[in-house]
């Protein structure tokens, strides 16, 4: 909200500063995010038209003698409607305009232009405007019009919390001021004639949705003309971001932002038969708003209507139908307190945002309806020439009564960790119009409706604390005594893993969880857990695997020049299980181009062994038994690919990513992928393992190389070996090789088999024997031979 | 007399190519059965007067090619020294072959610290869904329905189910399941429907929760003090700034001082001296009473923060997307 400070001043008298009373409001909440300063400076004088002449160059010209008072000036204007005697606003050279413009001495034409004149837009009081502004009050020549209109006032801008909605008025801000500088809060005047005639003889008003609107108050006023508004009331109205309409239309925006309630102005010649029905709408009823939209309404909201046609919505905005023009003369004055929760459903689903529903959705006073009707009435006397009636209607049967909250002092004492003088307490209390009244106990407080954020004993202790001060609360060490271990196992399994992956070369990623389920089915053919609501199409589901993410990473550096990646994440990845999403966190573990970029003595490519090799250290330290078994997978590779296997039990993917990954995400070379159900080798891991028993007799090493056709599954040879005999400690693979002196789609796979007794020194003969038959078994049971027979 | 011998030698000690070499001459010379050894001998064969002379020449004559053998064995050795080196020279101005080491992401990094400081001040880690019903969500934290403050929550949404928009569900689950005292961090990815630099649709926040009895406004200073200078630095203040949230009462923004000017106002702080780094308050009665705890007996204080708000700070870093873009050269910094 922006808070014009010259406004804000007329209600509290201090002599802050501008940058105190920014400071000390938002230490009490009322947070002023910016001290805004108009562009408008320098020097604008009131001056009168003594000559008017045509230019001698242009027809669409007229070049003028201004006079300020002291000096006659020579101005050129292209606006032909100024005429002598007219007063203007001159603006010296060297002066800059609100628009952000420098007043400089120009030739025109021929002619030097030493002054420039004025419009509104100039001196910040319209948003567009044409034509010279003359000036209408009796304001003398010479006149300083920058100090004289204040149009060089700051404003505060000011962030309010949905809980104050008392504080979406300039009242309500000045009555925190007051309180904060113990200044009394001056209320504003009010001062209007009642004519005879009684308001009832004018206005009927019929409340038939009570439930939407607890209270409606109307007038009615007539001969009032229309006209725009006087210059300090639109300075006020820019100055707080609203545009200026005309003077009762200004009128009604002027009081919404003086007391923060939300008031409408009817055309009166437009209520049939000058009755007002307030009525629950009915669904599928139209109506086009002042916003010149046209309307379905849902049968929620709450409609001011007349017998034939809906006026307005109520709270939220009026209709075309009845809005004040130029030619309205007769006015329906209307401040009403319409249902929050009702008006934020409404607002909500008509999709309308507007100051009223804003206010009114955070709840303004019901009780203050006659204070503001009256004030609203005084501006209608007073400058647009109105004359009201004797009475408002008030349509008000189950009156809101402002809530008894007690506050004890043990309470306030014990949840702010100080103490208060209780003295103090009630000072504070009684500056924000609260009713007290101290007793042994503590404070009897009576809230005023305005603030309907406060109902509890806390809210109180909040108020308390907000004006006093937490600066004045000394800090004080908890004796936290909770119990548990900081991490849970989980956590530090995470954890663990983290720092494996890490310290083998992979960097690690945070990556959005969302993913483009189109994108999703045409590279896996899964159907993913999609948002009702998400941002974009590209985001519209959430990720069923890590390398939706992983892979925007990868494509993000390789377009960067970066070839070598080797990436990881551990997160969350989503399906629908029976209708019901299910989050699993996974490992996604993403490697391509060199291997060991830095290492210039190492120029191998990622593989999809090196990737087997990160999984085969993970098993390692983390004393789990990870096996992968060749499988043909949709969107990997065909030939390199594999399921990863725990116990049984699937538990991830590893192998080269398909080609439709690197047409989509334009990216070539081959990427190796893998994924792991953390929470799944958690559960098996023993990381708290017994370590074995250092071996005291040596082993006995055997090595044999076998031919190993393409498609054969190496790791059947390497459980036949483990199996082979209790003596065996260790099996493994010492050399791939691929000559030109083997045959085609051969390799030579070398074994070794480390053999130990625990008891005793193993002999050469007895290993020999039991290797010798080991090998001869695999021969025989898989149809492979050795190389070296 | 010795004129010839002595230069025959001296230029064929001179002429030694290599230790052996000069080992072989040196006996040759001086062994036993050596030349000049030889000549000593004959010594004895002299005339009496003329022994002390030949004796004095002879044995300078030995004294000097001894000079000259030793002198050239040290002038081998260094060439076979230098030999030896060039076989095993490895140029170490070359760049090592480096196996390069990951490097954490600035957010799990930050998150980490801001574990371990909360960690040791007594608190315990907690974790929970991210796919959350809007009653752990919203209605327990007191933010009903047709509530503004879910304004400044925007929600993704799942049929009946939705993302969480802050972490505080794990709090009502651990309340939930626990009784007092509580003493809760709860990290984690949450999500809001905003992206531009200082917004992303899914970030890290950690709140906390501390329930016990007599849990004051000064407690919550204290802690969260504490936090700042453990983060940002040991010259730091906080102060509390008076806020709303549905599930506080009092409730705080958390302001720390700038580490650029000190406080005085800067660029960098917006000209106010201060940083907003996160949200805080006193638990609020209802919140107590939807988990069934006692609000007379139980006070607590909670607060939360983003983890990407805090790196930005910590770093230096401007646009809030870095985080999720994964640029190499990016994460290498960290």
Known sequence: ?789 | MFEQLKKDALQKIENANDLEQLEKLRVALLGKKGTITEQVKTIGTLPAQERPKAGKILNELKQEVQRAIEAKRESLQRVEAEKLSAKMWVDVTLPGARRRVGHRHPIMKTLEEIEIIFVSMGFKVVEGPEIEDSWHNFDALNTPEWHPARDEHDSFYLDDLLLRTHTSPVQIRTMLSEQPPIAIISPGRVYRRDYDATHLPMFTQVEGLYVDENVSVAHLKYTLEKFAQEIFGKQRRIRLRPSFFPFTEPSFEVDVSCGVCGGKGCQACGYSGWLEILGAGMVHPNVFRNVGYDPEKWTGFAFGMGVERITMLKYNIKDMRDFVRNDKRFLENF
């Open chain 1, 1 to 789: 909200m922006l808070v014009p400070l010259e406004w804000l001043r007329e209600y509290v008298q201090t002599d802050w500063t501008e940058e105190e009373i920014a400071n000390r409001l938002t230490m009490a909440g009322i947070s002023v995010k910016n001290i805004v300063v108009p562009a408008i400076k320098g020097k604008v004088v009131c001056a009168i038209v003594k000559k008017v002449q045509p230019h001698p160059n242009s027809e669409k010209l007229h070049v003028l003698e201004v006079f300020d008072g002291a000096n006659t000036y020579r101005t050129v204007t292209s606006d032909l409607t100024v005429g002598e005697n007219s007063r203007v606003a001159i603006a010296m050279p060297g002066t800059v305009l609100s628009n952000g413009s420098i007043v400089e001495p120009a030739s025109i034409k021929g002619i030097l232009s030493e002054v420039v004149m004025c419009s509104l837009e100039e001196l910040g009081l319209e948003t567009k405007s044409e034509y010279v502004y003359q000036i209408e009050e009796e304001i003398p020549i010479g006149t300083d019009l920058i100090r004289y209109w204040k149009i060089d006032d700051r404003v505060l801008e000011v962030e309010i919390t949905p809980n104050r909605p008392d504080c979406l008025g300039i009242i309500g801000i000045a009555r925190e001021l007051a309180a904060l500088c113990g200044a009394p809060l001056q209320m504003p005047e009010i001062d209007f004639e009642q004519r005879n005639e009684d308001v009832n003889d004018f206005l009927k008003v019929s409340v038939e949705d009570l439930d939407g609107c607890p209270r409606y108050c109307a007038g009615y006023m007539e001969s009032v003309k229309i006209n725009h508004s006087p210059i300090w009331l639109r300075r006020r109205l820019m100055n707080a971001g609203i545009r200026p309409i005309n003077n009762v239309v200004d009128i009604s925006n002027y009081v919404m932002l003086e007391t923060g309630h939300p008031v409408h102005i009817f055309d009166y010649s437009q209520i049939t038969d000058g009755h007002i029905i307030v009525r629950k709408a009915q669904e599928g009823e139209q109506v086009t708003l002042l916003d010149e939209k046209q309307y379905t309404l849902k049968g929620i909201e709450t409609l001011i209507a007349d017998r034939k046609k809906i006026i307005a919505i109520g709270g939220i905005m009026g209709a075309m139908n009845s809005g004040v023009t130029d030619c309205t003369e007769k006015i329906a004055l209307e401040v009403a307190y319409f249902n929050p929760v009702r008006i934020r459903k409404s607002s909500k689903s008509l999709n309308i945002k507007s100051d009223a529903s804003y206010r009114f959705e955070r709840g303004v006073d019901p009780n203050d309806a006659i204070f503001v009707m009256k004030r609203l009435m005084h501006f209608v006397e007073k400058i647009a020439h109105g004359k009201a009636t004797k009475g408002f209607v008030d349509i008000y049967p189950q009156r809101i009564s402002p809530k008894q909250v007690f506050l004890r002092r043990s309470r306030l004492h014990a949840v702010l960790g100080t103490t208060v003088q209780d003295q103090r307490v009630k000072e504070i209390l009684e500056s924000l119009e609260m009713n007290v009244h101290i007793t042994k106990d503590g404070w009897k407080t009576q809230i005023p409706t305005f603030r309907n954020d406060i109902s509890i004993e806390e809210d109180i202790i909040e108020e308390v604390g907000r004006i006093y001060g937490y600066e004045k609360i000394d800090p004080q060490a908890p004796k936290i005594t909770a119990s548990g271990k900081g991490w849970s196992d989980l956590s530090l399994f995470r954890k663990t893993i983290r720092q494996i992956l890490i310290g083998s070369g992979f960097d690690e990623t945070v990556n959005l969880s969302f993913a483009s389920s189109s994108v999703v089915k045409d590279l896996m053919n899964i159907d993913s857990l999609k948002l009702k609501n998400p941002m974009t199409e590209d985001m519209d589901c959430l990720r069923p695997s890590l390398i939706f993410g992983l892979i925007d990473a990868l494509s993000y550096n390789v377009k960067r020049q970066i070839k070598d990646v080797k990436i990881f994440e551990i997160a969350k990845t989503y399906s629908l299980n029976n209708g019901v999403p299910v989050e699993r966190e996974k490992i996604g573990i993403v490697m391509m181009g060199q291997l060991n970029e830095e290492d210039y003595t190492d120029n191998r490519s990622a593989s999809l062994l090196n990737m087997k090799g990160v999984l085969d250290e993970l098993s390692s330290h983390l004393s789990v038994d990870l096996q992968v078994v060749p499988e043909q997978i949709d969107w990997l590779t065909a030939g390199r690919s594999g399921k990863i296997l725990l116990e049984g039990e699937e538990i991830g993917v590893i192998g080269m990513l398909n080609s439709k990954f690197n047409q989509v995400y334009d990216i070539k070379g081959e990427i190796y992928y893998m994924e792991l159900d953390l929470e799944r080798i958690f559960e098996k891991s023993k990381i708290c393992r017994q370590p074995k028993e250092i071996p005291s007799f040596p082993a006995v090493r055997r090595d044999i190389s076998i031919l190993i056709p393409v498609g054969f599954a190496s790791g059947q040879i390497l459980s036949f070996f483990a199996r082979s005999s209790e003596y065996v400690e260790k099996v493994g693979v010492s050399d791939v090789y691929k000559g030109k002196d083997l045959p085609e789609g051969v390799v030579s796979v070398t074994f070794y088999v480390i053999y130990r007794a625990f008891d005793r020194s193993l002999t050469d003969e007895e290993i020999n024997t039991i290797f010798e038959k080991t090998v001869r078994d695999i021969e025989d049971t898989f149809g492979v031979k050795r190389r070296f027979a």
